[in-house]
């Protein structure tokens, strides 16, 4: 389950062949059949016996140190999470559908009428230290991202649906008013008095119930300003989850020991090392058997896919990439999004021309076997009835891109277009390295811009590293008119945490009347109508792929070889943690 979207890499999508698509002509040299491959395979690895004991080896595929932010309250990247899978666990277990159920190390009840939502975590519940998780320290985690002092990223105004959180975010207050600790603060039970209950509460990942907490006995001596940069953090954190750090190297790997505190009772393993490798190694990683796990590069799919004595399980998991449009500031004063009516980006017209002019499906393809795949609207299908299947999107359509900027008045002048103004126009686009194929799929891109007559450049003339690359949009580095990065998304489809005027998230910092109305509707006391929340969704993907300030590209199948002398590993939602097998069922078999 996945209780909180994160930045995900796009390198991803690397591949073995380094040869530009050829457009047009020629260049329909698409297949399927690995797509057809992985649509078979399990989401699990059989159910065999377990043994006690054994080191698993799992390969973190970047081509950039992770930051080594172990806290969920201020950490955002993919590769974070990843390395931190072992120790964090979320308060709540889910079924296969994202329902919140009572298995995990805490229980939630709603009480619509009184506007109230209750956790309570269970007795025995503790950290890595053998303290037991508390109230308080649930209560932390929300002052943790709240404090404008930790500068946290996963505030967004969302969370003011909680009585008093948005005077204690603008450091009007010195509590959370709304969070009762009934017991005490040593007690196991949270009341959050709210303004209203939310039609995705009862799921993970709603955005308005934080699933984590932070272990305040141990950090709170230290000023929320210095706690991202903390040794507390950053070398010595503490979970309540199956595993616990034994050593960090930094940026390259994390060896974890059993917990022997943990709630359910001690894992099968004895050791998890996570050790990163670069994309480009990684087929020769599984096929060399380096690593116990790994995930397949999908354009290194046919180099990989006869290796022996692994399991190959797969997904298509809750995420997407895509290309977004700066046209606006986060103004940090008043945690809000605001456009810019002069942004480059702002006419509706060019941004539509340029979606136009992507040949995303035949790229992808080429370069994956049809492992990658174009996405037509930011509503993955996954969520069911919420996706809009009527809708289209943009298909590559040159002639329609061209006739956009000739009726808007972006003349041609030699061979690049002006303004409607008739100033010169200069696009320049930021994208993220990666892997071998990063580049030719940027610079096809790029190509096919150029034909319909835009001057698109890239941002300091290459592309850009992951934590550089991030830095640079959470920042809204002025140089920046366009990006294209991904997403791994919460399991309520909510748009609230992505695209709203008050969460940071919204990195294209577009913000509109129509789009502040309709995230409204699709979260409001209506919506508990499940088909009038159906209709609000699609009524939002329409406007989106009209507006075309964001315009999804594509997701893909994510493929994970793992040793077949392991069980218990799973992608299903009820036996995952954060999109992460639970580490403390995964064990060698007897």
Known sequence: MKKRNILSSIGLVSAAALTLVACGKGGNNTSNEGAKTASKFPAETAVKDA??????????????????????????????????S??????????????????????LKLNRQAKTVTITVKKGVKWSDGKQVTAKDIEYAYEIIANKGTKSQRYSSQFNIINGMAEYHEGKAKTISGIEMPDGENGRTVVLHCKELKPGMTNSGNGFIWEAAAPYHYLKDIPFDKLESSDKIRKNPLFFGPFQVQKIVRGQSVTWVPNKYYWRGKPKLDKIIYQVVSPNSASQAIKSHKFDVARVVNSQWKQVKDTKDVDFVAQVPLGYRYVAFKVGKW??????????????????????????????????????????FQIPTLIPAQFGDYFDKNNKGYTYN???????????GYKKKGKWRTMPNGKPLTINFMAMSGNAIQEPIVQNYIQQWNKIG?????????????????????????????????????????QNQMYSEGTMSNYSRFVTP?????????DSQKAFDHKYRVEKFHEWQKYMVDQAYVVPTYNE??????????????????????????????????
């Open 557 to 590: 199948y994510q493929i994970d070889a793992v040793n077949n002398k392991l069980t218990g590993y799973s992608l299903k939602p009820s036996k995952t943690n954060n999109g992460h097998p639970l580490w403390y069922q995964v064990a060698y078999t007897k």
């Open 331 to 372: 103004d940090a004063k008043k945690s809000k999004n605001v456009m810019n009516p002069k942004a480059k980006m702002g006419d509706k017209n060019l941004r539509q021309a340029m979606a136009y002019a992507m040949n995303t499906d035949q790229v992808y393809k080429h370069y994956t076997d049809g492992l990658s």
């Open 398 to 408: 040159l002639k329609k891109a061209n006739e956009i900027l000739d009726k808007a």
């Open 454 to 494: 835009l001057n698109v450049k890239l941002v300091g003339g290459r592309l850009t590293e992951f934590n550089s690359f991030y830095d640079k949009v959470q920042h809204d580095d002025p140089k920046v008119d366009m990006f294209m990065a991904g997403w791994g998304l919460s399991s309520e489809p909510s």
């Open 51 to 84: 043994k006690q004991g054994g080191t698993l080896k799992v390969a973190e595929e970047t081509d950039t140190p992770f930051t080594g932010i172990f806290n969920e309250e201020l950490q955002m990247t993919q590769p974070d999470a990843d390395v931190m």
């Open 514 to 522: 129509e789009n502040n109305k309709l995230i409204a509707e699709m």
């Open 86 to 107: 072992p120790g964090s666990e979320t308060l709540f277990d889910t079924d296969d559908h994202y329902k919140i159920n009572d298995k995990g190390a805490a229980t």
